[in-house]
């Protein structure tokens, strides 16, 4: 028999409710650029603010521009970025250099200002072997297209830098669908387990292709799924780029410091549709909830904040926004000279050593080539 003691003493509803409550979204800038926090502003100056800047505003141009040239046919796959520029790229401001990134198919703005050139972004759009020939020093991978994989990859670097003894993190990004996935958790909680330094980044942009989020979990936040795989979870307003570049920078710290992982919900929103292939946002999204998201623009409250200080003006964002545009003609014209693609040719970059099926495969397609 049950006694009422006992059913007081397991008050599951509450213990929920506990945890749910232990994860306020973090904000530093409000819609209107204005600092609402104080004591949590990331340590950036006047130079460091200005770029940030451009990189938001050069990224938009260059969402603007793959949407027009996907249209004309001139690129292939596309994953519009406009809205998520906080998320993005305040995260990957976070990092040093010799971090590694594992992106999602949404994710190439990062691996660009990590180092990767724009012509080969176009080229692995094009679906062309060069496109995935990461030059050496450029740490990123190619972007993801599996829902989560990237998530287990990433303890695994992580893993590896920490065997190296090496000062660095492996941070990955993935959507609020992919935090649904299997991978996910095994990633989280392995990472969890061997103290990884890695960073584990969702960017909640409220919908996996029509799904809203609220329909894919029961969680009322991405970021309490750290509880479980004991990790800290922080939840941050993903359209403020101050506060998601001050946790990102602090999850840096605790990993390097060898204090492990940390899982990292970003609240965004992508204004376009989930891909080029042909989705209609309107069909699952309505008018109010895309007004509502679009007061909250990143780049809107940043040039507010930048203004505001004196450090910002039309004239510096005209500069970005026609160096966006030539560097993108540039890049485009690029990726139209290089090679047609051989069989061979994406053969020969998969390994460092080829196995002996590919070598005999291989030996085939150039004997092909060679007529
Ligand atoms: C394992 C797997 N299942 C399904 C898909 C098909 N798929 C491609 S994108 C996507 C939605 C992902 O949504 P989310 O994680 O929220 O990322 P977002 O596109 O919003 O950035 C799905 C289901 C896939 N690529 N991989
Ligand atoms: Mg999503």
């Known amino acids: 028999?049950?006694?009422?003691?006992?059913?007081?003493?397991?008050?599951?509803?509450?213990?929920?409710?506990?945890?749910?409550?232990?994860?306020?979204?973090?904000?530093?800038?409000?819609?209107?650029?204005?600092?609402?926090?104080?004591?949590?502003?990331?340590?950036l100056n006047d130079e460091q603010l200005q770029e940030l800047m451009r990189r938001m505003v050069y990224t938009r141009i260059l969402d603007q521009r793959s949407i027009s040239l996907n249209r004309q046919g001139r690129l292939g796959f596309y994953a519009p970025t406009a809205g998520q520029e906080a998320s993005q790229l305040a995260s990957q401001f976070a990092l040093e250099k010799e971090d590694f990134i594992l992106p999602g198919y949404r994710d190439v703005p990062q691996m660009i200002w990590h180092g990767f050139p724009l012509a080969q972004a176009f080229l692995w759009s094009r679906g062309h072997f060069q496109g995935g020939n990461i030059p050496e020093g450029v740490n990123v991978i190619a972007p993801q297209i599996i829902i989560g994989a990237q998530i287990i990859q990433a303890a695994g670097v992580a893993l590896g830098m920490k065997k190296r003894g090496q000062k660095t993190v492996a941070i990955t990004y993935t959507g609020d669908g992919g935090a649904s996935q299997g991978d996910f958790y095994e990633g989280i909680n392995f990472a969890g387990a061997y103290k990884a330094p890695a960073i584990f980044i969702v960017q909640n942009n409220r919908f996996a292709i029509?799904?809203?989020?609220?329909?894919?979990?029961?969680?009322?936040?991405?970021?309490q799924k750290a509880v479980a795989a004991g990790i800290p979870g922080v939840q941050v307003d993903g359209m403020d780029p101050l506060a998601v570049y001050a946790v990102v920078r602090d999850a840096r710290e605790r990993a390097i410091n060898g204090e492990g992982p940390t899982l990292i919900e970003t609240l965004t929103y992508r204004y376009g549709?989930?891909?080029?292939?042909?989705?209609?946002?309107?069909?699952?999204r309505t008018a109010d909830l895309d007004n509502?998201?679009?007061?909250?623009?990143?780049?809107?409250?940043?040039?507010?904040?930048?203004?505001?200080?004196?450090?910002?003006?039309?004239?510096?964002?005209?500069?970005?926004?026609?160096?966006?545009k030539e560097d993108i003609k540039e890049a485009i014209k690029e990726a139209d000279n290089a090679p047609k693609q051989k069989v061979t040719d994406l053969i020969s970059i998969m390994y460092e050593e080829m196995p002996q099926n590919l070598e005999e495969q291989y030996a085939i397609y150039k004997e092909k080539e060679s007529k």
């Open 1 to 43: 028999m049950a006694s009422n003691t006992k059913k007081a003493e397991f008050n599951a509803k509450k213990q929920l409710e506990q945890v749910e409550d232990q994860f306020q979204t973090v904000q530093i800038l409000n819609e209107d650029g204005e600092v609402v926090n104080e004591a949590a502003m990331p340590d």
């Open 210 to 223: 029509s799904t809203p989020v609220e329909k894919q979990s029961a969680a009322k936040t991405i970021a």
């Open 273 to 284: 549709p989930h891909t080029m292939a042909g989705d209609d946002p309107t069909r699952y």
């Open 292 to 324: 509502e998201w679009e007061k909250k623009d990143p780049l809107v409250r940043f040039r507010k904040f930048l203004e505001k200080k004196g450090i910002w003006n039309e004239e510096m964002e005209n500069e970005v926004i026609e160096k966006a």
